[in-house]
């Protein structure tokens, strides 16, 4: 195990659902970030969380809406999905800009 | 921007044969080069990463990469690949402004 522990592992949601995807690390990480893995595409960088303050947003549709309360905890809200947002999506966790991430397993989204 | 390219989508190596996954990179400023792995249904696991230094390193589980600057590369090499090291490899680069950018990643296959 990494130190990176995301919940739900698998998630199905209609349209019209909205839920959530939780990410915790307790590994005194300063950075957080969520990642999409879709499938023969390179992962992609949704948002950049350093010191709870967001610091990217990269063109992310509004219907993914991020959220870090505090250090250890990383939410990602979704609301009104596509089925083209159907991805493996990845939290990860890092101590500094030089250093290396750690990854959670990831929540496997589908949208019906 | 920063960018990797893995023109590989595919590896094939028999056992006990050397493997080497390819990696070239675009970057401003001095480049920090990573290599994960990843297992089916699974996040993505650090292997080894270049900041500063020499230019081989090694990393986990018998990986080492060789940073060239001359060529922008930065290849992921094993003496003797076991079949267990089947899975998907991906290059990551991260520049100063703390983004991680990921390769589109490389499937490996080792056969017996």
């Known amino acids: 195990e990494t130190g990176v522990t995301q919940t739900p592992r698998h998630l199905v949601m209609g349209m019209t659902n909205k839920k959530s995807l939780k990410c915790e690390q307790h590994?005194?990480?300063?950075?957080m970030y969520w990642y999409k893995q879709s499938a023969k595409k390179p992962l992609e960088l949704m948002f950049v969380?350093?010191?709870?303050?967001?610091?990217e947003n990269n063109s992310v549709p509004s219907r993914f809406s991020p959220e870090c309360p505090n250090s250890s905890h990383l939410f990602l809200h979704l609301h009104t999905l596509q089925p083209e947002d159907s991805a493996l999506y990845l939290c990860?966790?890092?101590?500094?800009?030089?250093?290396?991430?750690?990854f959670g397993q990831g929540t496997r989204l589908t949208v019906v | 921007a920063q960018s990797v390219a893995q023109p590989e989508d595919q590896v094939n190596v028999a056992e006990g044969n050397p493997l080497t996954v390819k990696c070239t990179y675009s970057?401003?400023?001095?480049?920090?080069l990573f290599w994960y792995v990843q297992y089916p249904n699974r996040g993505l696991q650090f292997l080894l990463k270049?900041?500063?230094?020499?230019?081989l390193v090694k990393g986990s589980y018998g990986f080492e990469a060789e940073f060239n600057k001359s060529q922008t590369s930065f290849h992921l090499k094993k003496p003797s690949a076991l079949v267990s090291d089947s899975a998907l490899y991906f290059c990551?680069?991260?520049?100063?402004?703390?983004?991680?950018?990921f390769g589109a990643g490389t499937r490996l296959t080792v056969k017996p």
């Open positions: 590994l005194g990480h300063n950075a």
């Open positions: 970057v401003s400023g001095n480049p920090y």
């Open positions: 990860a966790s890092s101590q500094s800009p030089t250093a290396e991430a750690f």
């Open positions: 270049y900041i500063t230094g020499d230019n």
């Open positions: 990551a680069v991260r520049d100063s402004n703390n983004d991680m950018r």
């Open positions: 969380y350093s010191l709870e303050e967001r610091v």
